[in-house]
């Protein structure tokens, strides 16, 4: 457990540099979550937990392919956001000065327990 967090959620690089300059405040998935509350962000394939962010809500009214809502989730591929609609909202991501390795579960591929 770090910082009081239990679980940590694995993102790909380009979409986690995002989320951690505070570009991205939408992580798109293909499921809605009950998660809410702070959570560490893994980068992908790294062994690494490199910061953490709140999630705040689950959106599921919008329409995640129209334009207007690019500036949040960052997807250029509209075909993408057919299968991830649904927008997790997240808030006060922050990068850890150093990384924190961390032990692989296997068959983890969405989240991690800490």
Do not use: C, F
Not at 6 to 23: C, F, M, P, Q, V
Not at 54 to 76: A, N
Request: net charge positive; hydrophobic share 40%; charged share 25%.
């Amino acid at each position: 457990m770090i910082n009081n967090i239990t679980r940590a959620l694995i993102i790909k690089k380009e979409h986690l540099d995002k989320i951690l300059s505070g570009d991205k405040v939408w992580e798109m998935r293909s499921t809605k979550t009950n998660v809410r509350g702070r959570i560490g962000l893994i980068e992908s394939g790294s062994g690494l937990i490199v910061g953490e962010v709140e999630i705040v809500d689950v959106l599921t009214d919008v329409k995640p392919w129209k334009s207007m809502y690019r500036q949040y989730h960052q997807v250029y591929n509209s075909q993408l956001l057919y299968k991830w609609r649904y927008p997790w909202v997240l808030k006060n991501a922050k990068r850890y000065n150093k990384p924190i390795p961390y032990k692989h579960p296997k068959g983890a591929v969405v989240w991690v327990k800490l």
